[in-house]
């Protein structure tokens, strides 16, 4: 596991590789997300957020996940093509992960650390997870996932006017 958040390798769903360190001084609202959710609609307010907000130094990542109820069944270009179509995505997407048990990806792994559940779980319950990284300190907040990406206005706007 990398050491710091920033380096912490991730693959689009396009293939292209990344690292936190690719968005410098921008505050990260990283979210697994699924297609067959019940939290589905919330990619439009997703997006919303991302054009509302990337101006001033948000950037919203959406991190396909699996391990609920299978409500992400489709391949990269099958998720693209879902999320752009029904949702206009045009945040970055990531390749399908593992958020909990021994296959969950790194950065998930690390932002659980930083900020887990109630009663100090280090497990995802659910879809929609949010995380918001403070980029100055590396402090991350967690959302559950019946939080409405509008209901994370008021802590964005704090980060990003500071």
């Known amino acids: 596991m990398a050491d710091s958040l920033s380096d912490i390798r991730c693959v689009t769903l396009g293939g292209e590789h990344k690292v936190l360190g690719d968005f410098p001084g921008k ?9 067959q ?16 907000y990337r101006a001033q130094g948000l950037v919203v990542l959406g991190f396909p996940c699996n391990q609920f109820g299978k409500q992400e069944p489709g391949e990269a270009r099958e998720i693209a093509q879902f999320c752009e179509r029904n ?9 399908k992960v593992e958020v909990n048990g ?4 790194p950065l998930f792994v690390e932002l659980k650390k930083r900020a887990p559940g109630i009663l100090g779980t280090q497990r995802i319950k659910w879809n929609f997870t949010k995380f918001l990284v403070d980029p100055a300190s590396g402090k991350v907040t967690r959302f559950s996932p019946s939080t409405k990406p509008d209901a994370l206005k008021a802590p964005i706007e704090a980060l990003l006017d500071r």
Do not use: I, M
Request: charged share 10%; with cysteine; aromatic share 16%.
């Open 102 to 105: 021994p296959g969950a990806h």
């Open 27 to 35: 505050a990260l609202l990283v979210v697994n997300t699924a297609s």
């Open 37 to 52: 959710c019940g939290f589905t609609p919330q990619y439009k307010g997703l997006e919303q957020l991302w054009q509302d």
């Open 87 to 95: 949702f206009g995505v045009s945040f970055p997407l990531f390749r």
